[in-house]
């Protein structure tokens, strides 16, 4: 699959649904952007203090599940490298990058200051991803049912993470 897929997008709202229970947070609702072309969605949280940086990783987290599983290819056909990988999701991460650091870091270009992207990406892999990759069957379940009914409340979510 590409990143920027409907599928990806679901699997990467997952992540934030399934991070979020992790820390004993729950999911209000998950919802795809009705327009289709845009391939947007929005997962509304309530967490327990001080969590939102583990939550703000779960997408990431799910996404880099995908990339090591090597699920994800490149736009133009040819095999997804970890350099364009982590370009592109930085790039898609910046809602994520201002819920992890409380505040819009991002440059004229468009681009947050390496440092940044480094502590998010650091921070998901050390301790986000583990969490992701031991309830990734939830992240499926649940990205399968927003992909179908393109938004899932509570009770859905919560259908898949009483393992959690």
Known sequence: MKMGDVRYICLHEAGHAVATYYV??????????ENSELHEALTHVH???????FIACGGYAAELVLFNLGRVD???????TIKQFISDAMANAWRDKVRFFGAN????????????????????????LPVIERNFKAVCAIADELESKRRISRADIEAFTSDI
């Open 105 to 128: 870091h991002e440059k004229e270009d468009r681009c947050w200051p390496e440092e940044y992207d480094i502590k998010f990406m650091v921070y998901a892999n050390d301790v986000v």
């Open 47 to 53: 967490n327990t203090e001080g969590e939102h940086e």
């Open 74 to 80: 490149a736009q133009d056909e040819g095999p997804l």
């Open 24 to 33: 004993g947070g729950w999911v209000e609702f998950i919802e795809l952007s």
